[in-house]
């Protein structure tokens, strides 16, 4: 399993990790015939936006522990999220009790092709913002 601190974003789908839902945006989108929805994950090494799609949106909800499988950490509309992708899945291991932080927030750091590896990795150039700017930090 990845610690979330360690997530750089890459076009496949081979992250498993475990996390909890800290909040989810109460409205989804619609795009094309596909709803979607956001929220703020945590581990406790960092955070990061999980996007769900169709009946995930209804099925997990904060305090909510998550296993992804096979998931995928890339860009989708130049927001740069977690999510199963096609051939990941996400399922519901427990609730509430798990240790986490808000920072970083792995979705707001600025990421740039590795010098050496342009076509496989990405290295982070700066910190857009240390929490979620879509999330506000919980009091």
Request: charged share 20%; hydrophobic share 40%.
């Amino acid at each position: 399993m990845i610690s979330l601190k360690d997530l750089s974003p890459a076009a496949q789908n081979n992250i498993n990790t475990k996390f909890i839902v800290l909040d989810k945006m109460k409205t989804a989108a619609m795009e094309g015939q596909n709803k979607t929805c956001l929220a703020l994950v945590a581990d406790e090494t960092a955070a990061v936006h999980f996007q769900f799609w169709q009946d995930e949106c209804d099925a997990f909800e904060p305090g909510d522990i998550l296993r992804l499988t096979n998931g995928i950490f890339s860009y989708v509309r130049k927001s740069l999220v977690l999510r199963a992708g096609k051939r990941g899945s996400v399922q519901k291991i427990g609730e509430y009790t798990m240790a986490f932080v808000e920072t970083p927030n792995m979705s707001e750091i600025r990421w740039v092709p590795h010098p050496n590896d342009s076509h496989n990795k990405y290295v982070q150039e700066s910190v857009i913002s240390s929490h979620s700017r879509i999330f506000p930090p919980m009091p």
